[in-house]
């Protein structure tokens, strides 16, 4: 093995300590433009293929160029472009070169009640996140509720403790300098992002303050210097923060990982015809439910979701939690099986499963899933709402004909599906 393959891909192509200087710097991004440039050299033995190369050159544009102008709009507002950001809310946004209109669409992804629980199920999966899931819940029903600055305290001291515990520091977010918010290949790591927000975030004040703030000053927000942060766009940014956190956690992750063997212009070919035919399947596919009242047990249970459901509801209710594993869509998982296992093991025998029973089914999209139960614990019977995914062993979202792909649901804990509703 040579060195290089030996060293991790963030030791072998280290950041800038301040960041990259622009989005298209950013190496999955200079990766992906090399590889559209090496497939226009193949075009001459596949003219079909010059329609697929403008559209996916326009897509690959389109997306850094919204993170570039994301930053040249909103950096000096100390806004960071994370990964669960929806994208389209923010392409016409940003290119109208407004910070208001830009930050008032940002915002509104982080009140959209759809959206957001998507993104907490995610957040709460960390493993470093999980202990502090109750916390986060806390702060969201807060931040919909209007105390914002409720939201602003609880979610300060959950960036400080999920930072002590990433890594071997065993530092807050407070004492750590802004090169070590740097991760390698991350939209965070941009020279206006992660980085540059710290220099806001642990500044000092002395003197006490009633004037109305809108920067996440932490420092000043703690020791009560800043009186005045009861507001949307403080609260928005402490979860603005911890979002980005939650990707340079992430990236520290990769950065560690070797580099895996280039694709050959072949394998790369192949995945485009592969695309493409998924892309087919997707075209033609229609939604369809169906219920045990309307439709009967058989229709239901002959769904291909319904049955991995029954499978991992069984699991939870035997107490097998080694079949229970397959099932959940852990986005960190354990380094090994055995302690995998050991990890749902604390968190679903705490809630023994007495008895369930499948309501209906709704197949909202060609890898997505909602699965409708009744769930019996102490006692208690609660209807919840069960989403799914069918994704492959790389955890990419496959559609329900493909056959590299399998259901797992996204809510990984008992207490993110009893009594839940999406």
Do not use: C
Not at 11 to 25: I, M, T, V
Not at 41 to 66: C, D, H, N, W, Y
């Amino acid at each position: 093995m040579t060195k290089n393959a030996a060293q991790g891909r963030g030791e072998a192509d280290p950041p800038p300590a301040s960041g990259y200087p622009s989005a298209y710097d950013i190496p999955k991004f200079k990766k992906m433009a090399a590889e559209l440039a090496g497939l226009k050299l193949l075009l001459f033995l596949s003219p079909k293929l010059r329609g697929q190369m403008k559209e996916l050159e326009a897509e690959l544009e389109r997306i850094v160029g919204t993170v570039e102008r994301f930053y040249q709009v909103l950096g000096e507002r100390h806004w960071v472009f994370h990964d669960n950001l929806g994208l389209d809310p923010l392409v016409e946004a940003v290119s109208t070169g407004d910070a208001d209109v830009a930050e008032a669409a940002l915002i509104a992804q982080y009140r959209d009640e759809d959206r957001m629980r998507w993104v907490l199920l995610r957040t709460k999966s960390v493993s470093a996140l999980r202990p502090r899931a109750d916390l986060i819940d806390a702060a969201w029903r807060d931040y919909q509720e209007g105390r914002y600055y409720s939201v602003v305290l609880v979610l300060l001291s959950v960036m400080d403790g999920f930072v002590n515990d990433v890594g071997q520091q065993r530092r807050g977010l407070h004492t750590r300098d802004g090169e070590e918010l740097v991760a390698w290949d991350s939209v965070t790591a941009h020279h206006q992002g992660l980085a540059a927000t710290q220099a806001s975030f642990t500044k000092s004040f002395k003197k006490t303050s009633a004037e109305p703030v809108f920067e996440l000053y932490r420092n000043g927000i703690v020791h009560g210097n800043l009186t005045n942060f009861d507001n949307l766009v403080v609260a928005s940014k402490a979860w603005n923060r911890l979002f980005a956190l939650v990707d340079w956690s992430h990236a520290l992750e990769e950065a560690a990982r070797p580099e895996p063997p280039s694709p050959s212009w072949t394998d790369t070919l192949k995945k485009l015809a592969d695309n493409a035919r998924q892309q087919k399947v997707m075209d033609k596919w229609v939604p369809r439910a169906a219920s045990v009242a309307a439709d009967g047990a058989e229709a239901v249970l002959s769904e291909p979701v319904v049955q991995a459901a029954t499978a991992m509801l069984k699991a939870w209710k035997t107490r097998n939690y080694g079949k229970l594993a397959p099932f959940l869509h852990e986005f960190t998982k354990a380094k090994s099986r055995g302690a995998f296992i050991g990890d749902i093991r604390k968190r679903f025998e705490v809630s023994p499963l007495d008895d369930y029973e499948v309501i209906r089914v709704e197949m909202r999209g060609p890898g997505v899933a909602h699965v409708w139960v009744t769930l019996t614990v102490a006692g208690e019977a609660q209807e919840s709402e069960v989403r799914w995914l069918r994704v492959d062993e790389d955890q990419h979202v496959r559609t329900e004909t493909d056959s590299r792909g399998a259901w797992q649901t996204i809510q990984t804990d008992p207490l993110a599906i009893i009594g839940r509703a999406w």
